[in-house]
């Protein structure tokens, strides 16, 4: 779910890098106020590469397979980092495998990333909003919420992206009808990389629970 | 993933191996972004025999661009697949119920010329420059210190995972995982279940090897000195043929958003 070079507008192109710079302005702020941000730089750089290696992992989704995007996953363990995690991701992404582009890097970082930083939120508020739940339920439900979220608002700004800025020419109707027709689609999907996100989280607290920790 | 690599760097002694890579990469990105702003099909060969142009300057081998095109072109392949078929009134040739559209073939024409034209002038980037001294370029040119520190830990240990991840997948298989008639295509709890204990064990595993890393920067002073220091690009280089390219190549930027610019205002030709 990469959008290539040559696809976008440069108008389109230019705000993805606009928005991109400010959200990794915002999340690098967030980060120097730890008391110690570059002990959590090596953690980072690893899980960033983790990342990207196990975003490899085929899932079978009948009558195909499918990578996971684990961008809401990114956002659930890195919390702030994840930005600047999936930045460098699709940087390396553009220069080993071809996938997304150098003018469209921007545009796929806010793509990914912003849904990513909301999934953190969302994971956050577990112990505010799934207060009436135990654990670990609490965790299970907005692990999976986080996931879910996370590839479900980036295939809506993918879909969206593709659909308003490719056939001019195509009616507006037309244009809702066809977004709407592979959202939809895409809702297997999103179940599998909510649940997958929800039993990875319930695995890790079980076995390494200060990764968790955001 | 072991057959893949992060660097794309070809070694050759062409003037863009030699350009001076903060030069290069404001150039060729700024060029990139013009190629975006063409929404004419007039001015299509100009970018495709501009970006063609400085390929051959570079004297890259073609096997690489044909390589460099392959997923990319997935997404290209569907647009070229829908839209002469489904775009504009204008029905040129006709067979039964489907209808090639010229609308729509010059739409084609116009992102396909426009996506190879950048896909183009990436590779050259990527290309004539070594990772880490593209790397550097960027530092210098006002990348924050985080962002290259963590590009560099992950650029450094990425193959290691990788490799991690392949033993991992590899004594699963041994013991039975994934075996049997169409067992990727199953999707139970368990098959998803395995799949996630596999990648948050790659992720265990990785961060403990970070805190690993970290012990071992600190030992050698990483984050009790200046972070600054040393990642800097250096002096910039002042001979005269790369100031020559860069102003040629800006120049040409700015032509083509002119001509664009012209176009879009003097002349009602086949847009997107």
Known sequence: MHIPDGILPAQVCVAGYAVTGLATWYSLGRINRRPDPSADIPKASLLTAAFFVASSIYIPLPPASVHLTLNGLLGVVLGYFAFPAIVIGLFFQALVLGHGGLTSLGVNAAMMGLPALLAYHLFQARNSLGRPLGEPARTGLFAFLGGALGVGLAVLIFLSLIVFNIPAEVEAKAERAALLALSLSHLPLIGVEGLFTALLVLFLRRVKPELLEG | ?272
């Not at chain 2, 829908?82 to 739409?107: D, H, K, M, N, Y």
């Not at chain 2, 190879?116 to 990348?143: C, E, H, V």
């Not at chain 2, 924050?144 to 193959?159: F, G, K, V």
Request: hydrophobic share 50%; glycine share 10%.
């Open chain 2, 1 to 272: 993933m072991t057959t893949l690599s992060v660097d794309s760097y070809v070694p050759g002694r062409s003037l863009l191996h030699r350009w001076d890579p903060r030069l290069k990469l404001i150039s060729l990105l700024a060029l990139m972004f013009a190629f975006a702003t063409v929404q004419h099909l007039t001015l299509v060969p100009a970018i495709a025999a501009l970006s063609l142009g400085l390929y051959v300057a570079a004297r890259l081998p073609l096997g690489l661009w044909r390589q460099r095109l392959s997923y990319p072109g997935l997404l290209i392949l569907g647009l070229v697949l829908v839209l002469p078929f489904s775009l504009g009134p204008t029905v040129i040739w006709q067979w039964g119920g489907v209808a090639l559209r010229q609308e729509g073939l010059a739409a084609t024409a116009l992102i396909a010329g426009r996506f190879l034209s950048i896909l183009t002038l990436g590779l050259i980037l990527l290309a004539t420059t070594p990772f880490l001294s593209l790397l550097q370029a960027m530092r210098s040119l006002g990348l924050p210190a985080i962002l290259t520190d963590m590009t560099l830990l992950t650029y450094r240990y990425l193959y290691e995972i990788a490799d991690t991840l392949a033993t991992m997948q590899r004594a699963m298989q041994l013991r039975g995982f994934g075996q049997g008639p169409h067992a990727w295509l199953r999707l139970n709890r368990q098959a998803l279940e395995q799949r996630a204990l596999l990648a948050g064990n790659l992720l265990i595993r990785s961060y403990e090897q970070s805190e690993r890393v970290y012990r071992a920067m600190r030992l050698r002073g990483h984050g009790q000195g200046h972070p600054e220091r040393g990642t800097g690009g250096g002096k910039m280089q002042t001979w005269a043929p790369h100031w020559g390219l860069t102003a040629a190549l800006l120049g040409a930027a700015l032509g083509l958003i002119m001509a664009e610019v012209a176009l879009h205002h003097g002349y009602n030709g086949i847009g997107l």
